[in-house]
């Protein structure tokens, strides 16, 4: 049967849930994730929610993107700072704090 969706998401958001928990020395509750995802994967296999493939294409995909913004995370974090204050400053009359924003980036 399986789903339409080429891979996981249920096993995506375990993976990086996991990943995260590890990133952040809490190695218990990483493995209590991972056991957890383990399970999940055998549930989606044994009910035919998805494909063996979906489940390891969600784990490598959200592998890929943990890893990805990871590394990337300043500047994907400045950039969207900078959207929110220009967009603070075009629905703001508040001269003073416009200047001290725009200063502070």
Do not use: P
């Amino acid at each position: 049967r399986g789903s339409d969706f080429f891979y996981s998401g249920h096993i995506g958001f375990v993976t990086i849930c996991a990943t995260e928990w590890f990133e952040n020395k809490k190695k218990l509750v990483g493995w209590l994730i991972v056991l957890g995802g383990v399970y999940t994967a055998f549930i989606l296999l044994a009910y035919q929610v998805h494909y063996s493939i979906d489940l390891f294409a969600g784990l490598f995909f959200a592998s890929w993107c943990w890893h990805f913004f990871d590394r990337n995370k300043e500047v994907i974090d400045s950039f969207f700072i900078k959207v929110y204050v220009r967009l603070y400053c075009m629905f703001t009359k508040q001269q003073k704090k416009k200047k001290m924003i725009i200063e502070f980036i």
